[in-house]
């Protein structure tokens, strides 16, 4: 075990974890930040995403001891009130079936646009193929994604 | 107006008159806060006054209605409780929504299972919010000393339009909740409904996309410990011993232990279907730690013996027979493939006129065998469930699609009354099925009793699909018969399957031919299959609509055409009376996505489509496939699904679930598959089973309802099976090469 120094969402935490903790176990178990979903644990499915200074990262292959003095955004930070253009395309859109692919669709989808504003659908397609959604709501996250590049 | 007798489910409406004084709080879930679902902040009302069992009256108007179905991505925790808010005449804007509990006592049939929801709760959902209405009216009039009949509502005011006296139902609930339940009560005509049949978005959206705690999963509490389970590692298999000395040091570790889920000398229910009863458990503080424990235990495994559990259910009592042995998906392709018409191991489930003179006389016969393998449900969110077991009561929460036989089972298992057991619902992260069987509660209860603490049971992926409750492997195989002039005279089907067979005898296109034979056959297997999205269906209709094709083409005729004449026939002169289908239904999906896909007009001579039409769960579905090959992987460019569920609740949630089904549909039929060696399954984890992609999704899906006045029906379901067969038939379009074999994709690649 050992301690970390997190900075989460613009929060500081203190974790006593073993050090090969994936930070997807560290969130859900230690933080209690369960937007951050487990799926595959093998960067097969795209539920865990998270963003590491900026960048979409997959939580379940990102030990603790790696991340260091990064920022770390989770599907809880990415607004305050639940208003980033792309949770209010989400919104608009009524994108999800179960809803629990969404997060990390979400995650994915934040960092595609700010890479690239305005996406082709080739793009898009391409872009978000990392994600599973079991429940095939890939039409409307196109949609919804679509939306929030023009807001 | 109709008047209606409120008899339906009318203890619901029976509000618990010990409390009926005061405030109404008792019967209500308020254990999760996570369960209660304002989209937007509201102001709370000061007291709650419990009109029936699905609804609450706040002293400032606001309504909270309790969903009583499992909320698995079908969207009933929005389309339910609008059917209350309908009728009670309320504005949807002052709903709240609570994922109610397991009560037998007030709700029917909390099942997420055979797109049955909706369906089932048509009448007494609309009655709950009828009857409260009433009531309020009742209130009214008696303190406005007016006649009821001169009393009217809308969006959760009351008026009586000659004093100029309004009032909203917050300042008459109090009264309300002391009223008698009435006897009769009148429901709107379809003409006047505001709510039924306009889009409401979903319930939880903003939870969803904000990332709250939702699913069973998400559930973490004071106290409570994560365990884990390890199952043999073969179908086939059991636990026999196991060093639990040598992982219980470990950090975080607090029990290592064998179990027993069920036991097999007492009867089940069906829906406790579990391949490996005898297991290790893992308790500890962290999942990451107990991970840890799992991959170093090491666990001896021998092989079972063939197991005979007698099973219950709906009363009906069977036996299920688990055969020992390791089995191979090799040996099931051959054991199928070896039965040809006629077989002597084959029984017959329907003879219409004489098939054996009608293809000794044929002109042509065209004869084909499809097959699909098991596949595995992968709902996103793997099984798991809370359960605090202590000497006064069962507490357990999380995902299951059969709150009530999870609770029967429990209780037998548990030796515990089922007064003393709280079954309690999170929203699931998809179900196609697998969560009908509910081994896992069970497990999860199991695991706190003997460590005397709360727990989390959770599956790693790997554990969820090497531990199924798959989809059978099924083979169907076809001849038709022309004649002279290209009319289809007879068809003759063989229908097999481990462990059972697809086979819908009484279905479309029995009744549209004179000479008719279906035969078919089951086999026993110790891998456990269960009930998968439209089960026996997903794979029924890929065949038979994939065949219907090719005998359309050998008859020069084209493939709409070809099924309308069927239809035609099925209308005015349908063969034997058991067809369980309605043929004009059918032939209007067709129509409609015939005129929506443009099929057949100028302009489409260039495309690549298949077409295909089924019905199953009291719904019909048609599609249109348009794709290109990109090499030998197909483009899906467009899909047009035409729906007939009768009326359409909430029109874009049952678009989303239409769309869905169509991915569900097209990505299983290309690459989803099981596979076994010696018992072992060969695929347990999204690396090597494959599930559709995004690039890979359909660019487009264009849905479309036929309008109706029929009671809704199901829609879960119907969408999934006849794409797949669409989707074959537009691949033949595209490369001349039709497939047979599921998943596809291996036929294109070869
Ligand atoms: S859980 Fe990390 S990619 Fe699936
Ligand atoms: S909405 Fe269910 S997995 Fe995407």
Not at chain 1, 17 to 28: F, G, H, Y
Not at chain 2, 36 to 56: A, D, V, Y
């Amino acid at each position: 075990m050992a301690i970390f120094n997190l900075q989460i969402n613009g929060r500081a935490y203190e974790v006593d974890v073993t050090p090969d903790t994936p930070m997807l176990w560290v969130l859900r178990d230690h933080l209690q930040l369960v937007g951050t979903k487990y799926g595959c644990g093998i960067a097969q499915c795209g539920a865990c995403t998270i963003h590491l200074n900026g960048t979409a990262t997959r939580a379940c292959q990102l030990q603790v001891s790696m991340v260091g003095n990064a920022e770390i955004t989770t599907i809880e930070g990415i607004s305050e009130h639940g208003d980033h253009p792309v949770q209010k395309a989400w919104i608009e859109e009524d994108v999800p079936q179960c809803g629990y692919c969404q997060s990390g669709q979400i995650m994915t989808a934040v960092s595609l646009l700010n890479a690239n504003p305005n996406p082709t659908d080739a793009e898009i397609e391409n872009g978000m193929s990392g994600n599973i959604c079991r429940c095939g709501t890939y039409t409307r996250i196109k949609k919804a994604v679509k939306r929030a590049a023009q807001s | 107006m109709t008047t209606f007798k409120t008899k339906v489910g009318r203890r619901a409406f029976i509000r618990n008159i010990s409390v009926a004084g005061g405030g109404m709080m008792i019967g209500f879930n308020w254990l999760a806060s996570c369960n209660t679902s304002p989209q937007k902040i509201k102001e709370l009302p000061k007291e709650w006054f419990e009109i029936n069992g699905f609804l609450k009256i706040g002293d400032n108007g606001l309504v909270t209605i309790q969903s009583p179905n499992p909320e698995i991505g079908q969207n009933v925790k929005t389309s339910m409780p609008m059917l209350v808010a309908e009728e009670l005449d309320t504005n949807w804007d002052q709903v709240i929504v609570e994922q109610a509990p397991l009560d037998v006592s007030k709700y029917k049939w909390q099942v997420a299972g055979g797109s049955r929801s909706i369906s089932s709760s048509w009448e007494p959902l609309r009655m709950a919010g009828a009857t409260a209405r009433q009531m309020l009216l009742t209130a009214a009039a008696a303190e406005w000393q007016v006649p009821v009949a001169e009393l009217t509502t809308d969006s959760g005011i009351i008026s009586h339009a000659a004093s100029g006296k309004t009032a909203h139902y917050g300042q008459m609930a109090a009264a309300a909740a002391q009223l008698e339940v009435p006897e009769t009560v009148t429901l709107k005509e379809i003409k006047d409904y505001k709510i039924i049949g306009h889009s409401k978005k979903n319930v939880d959206g903003h939870k969803i996309v904000t990332g709250q705690p939702l699913f069973g999963l998400d559930t973490y509490k004071d106290g409570m410990r994560t365990a884990m389970i390890i199952h043999a590692p073969a179908f086939g298999k059991t636990l026999k011993s196991m060093n639990s000395e040598a992982v219980a040091n470990m950090p975080g570790i607090e029990a290592v232990f064998p179990m027993s889920v069920y036991s097999d000398d007492e009867p089940q229910s069906s829906f406790d279907t579990a391949a490996f009863n005898r297991m290790a458990v893992i308790v500890g503080r962290s999942t990451w730690e107990v991970l840890q424990a799992k991959k170093a235990l090491q666990a001896e495994w021998e092989n079972s013996p063939e197991r005979n559990i007698s099973q219950r259910l709906f009363g009906r009592s069977s036996t299920k027979k688990y055969p020992a042995g390791l089995e191979n998906t090799s040996d099931h392709n051959a054991l199928m493939a070896s039965f040809d018409f006629g077989d002597k191991r084959l029984k017959i489930f329907r003879k219409d006129g004489d098939p054996k003179k009608a293809f000794a006389q044929a002109a042509k016969v065209i004869e084909r065998t499809y097959t699909a393998p098991f596949r595995a449900h992968n709902t996103l969110e793997p099984m798991n469930f809370y359960a605090d077991v202590t000497n006064e009561k069962v507490f357990v929460l999380g995902p299951v699609q059969t709150p009530e036989w999870t609770e029967s089972s429990l209780s037998r298992r548990l030796g515990v009354p089922k007064e003393k057991i709280d079954v309690h619902l999170t929203r699931m992260g998809g179900g196609f099925g697998r969560r009908l069987y509910g081994h896992f509660v069970t497990e999860a209860a199991l695991i706190s009793k003997q460590i005397k603490a709360p727990v989390k049971l959770v599956y790693t992926r790997e554990d969820d699909m090497t531990f199924g409750t798959y989809r059978p492997t099924y083979s169907l195989k076809y001849r038709a018969a022309l004649d002279i002039e290209n009319n289809m005279t007879a068809l003759h089907v063989v229908g097999v399957g481990i462990p059972e067979k697809a086979l819908y005898e009484n279905r479309f296109p029995a009744g549209t031919i004179d000479h008719f034979l279906a035969e078919g056959w089951e086999g026993d297997s110790n891998i456990t299959t269960g009930a998968y999205r439209a089960p026996r269906s997903n794979f029924a209709a890929s065949a038979e609509q994939s065949f219907l094709d090719e005998v359309a083409e050998a008859a020069g005729k084209d493939p709409i055409d070809f099924r309308l004449a069927l239809l035609e026939r099925a209308q005015i002169n349908p063969v034997g009376e058991r067809n369980d289908y309605d043929a004009e239904r059918m032939a209007g999906v067709l129509q409609l996505v015939k005129e929506k896909s443009g099929w057949g007009s100028p302009g489409t001579e260039n495309l690549k489509r298949g077409v295909a039409v089924y019905f199953c769960h009291n719904s019909y579905v048609a599609n249109v496939v348009d794709l290109e090959m990109n090499g030998k992987t197909p483009v899906i460019n467009d899909v047009y699904v035409a729906v007939d569920c009768g009326i359409v609740v909430n029109p874009d949630a049952a678009t989303n679930l239409a769309e869905g089904g169509t991915v569900d549909g097209i990505g299983n039929a290309l690459y989803g598959q099981m596979t076994f060696v010696a018992g072992v399954p060969q695929q347990d984890n999204f690396d090597r089973y494959r599930l559709i992609r995004h690039h890979e999704s359909p660019k487009n899906i264009h849905v479309d309802f036929v309008k109706s006045d029929i009671a809704p029906t199901g829609m879960g379901e119907p969408p999934l099976p006849p794409v797949q067969a669409a989707l074959a038939n537009a691949i033949y379009s595209a490369t001349g090469k039709r497939v047979y074999h599921q998943p596809f994709i291996n036929e294109l690649i070869a």
